[in-house]
């Protein structure tokens, strides 16, 4: 697990770097109530938004499976992941569950910017049954928007935070 929380460190921050010189239509038309570039929760008793030069979404499709990633990371080194594979590439609900028969994974992440340790909030994790899910209320070729609530299971402990009043609208990457 620390490898994964290292890769998810490592990830943020690269993503981060690279698309802090890119910029991008900040009106907002839609996603739950996020701005267009932007995704937008509650995690615990935290309001997170994303800086839209820090938020992406990338959709690949293979053998007629669709993976969707949705990722917004704000400036003090908070970070929210979704990613869904398997599914058609359509518009729907998709169960956060250790059980789904189409894996959604969830994850919320805290940076220490001085120290550069984190707290990774996952799910699902094992046991954990439906602890959320993403829906997706419009997809077109260059764009995603929905909502999005869940639980995490702190990677490096046995504690939980509810990450809810998700949103996203989001342009695809190319």
């Known amino acids: 697990m620390k490898t994964v929380k290292h890769f998810g460190l490592v990830l943020m921050l690269a993503v981060t770097t690279i698309l802090s010189s890119c910029s991008s239509d900040s009106s907002s038309s839609g996603g739950g109530s996020a701005a267009l570039g932007t995704m937008q929760a509650k995690a615990g008793s935290t309001n997170f938004t994303s800086m839209t030069a820090a938020t992406f979404a990338h959709k690949s499709t293979s053998g007629g499976m669709t993976t969707i990633i949705i990722q917004g990371s704000d400036a003090s080194g908070k970070a929210i992941q979704l990613m869904i594979t398997g599914t058609s590439g359509t518009t729907g609900t998709y169960q956060i569950s250790d059980t789904a028969s189409i894996s959604t994974i969830a994850s919320y992440t805290e940076v220490n910017t001085s120290t550069f340790t984190s707290q990774t909030w996952a799910a699902p994790y094992e046991g954990s049954g439906n602890v959320g899910s993403v829906t997706i209320t419009e997809m077109t070729d260059a764009n ?6 869940f639980t995490g299971k702190n ?7 509810a990450v809810t009043n998700g949103a996203f609208n989001i342009n695809f990457s190319s």
Do not use: I, Y
């Open 155 to 161: 990677e490096s402990g046995t504690d939980t935070k």
């Open 144 to 149: 995603v928007k929905g909502t999005f609530t």
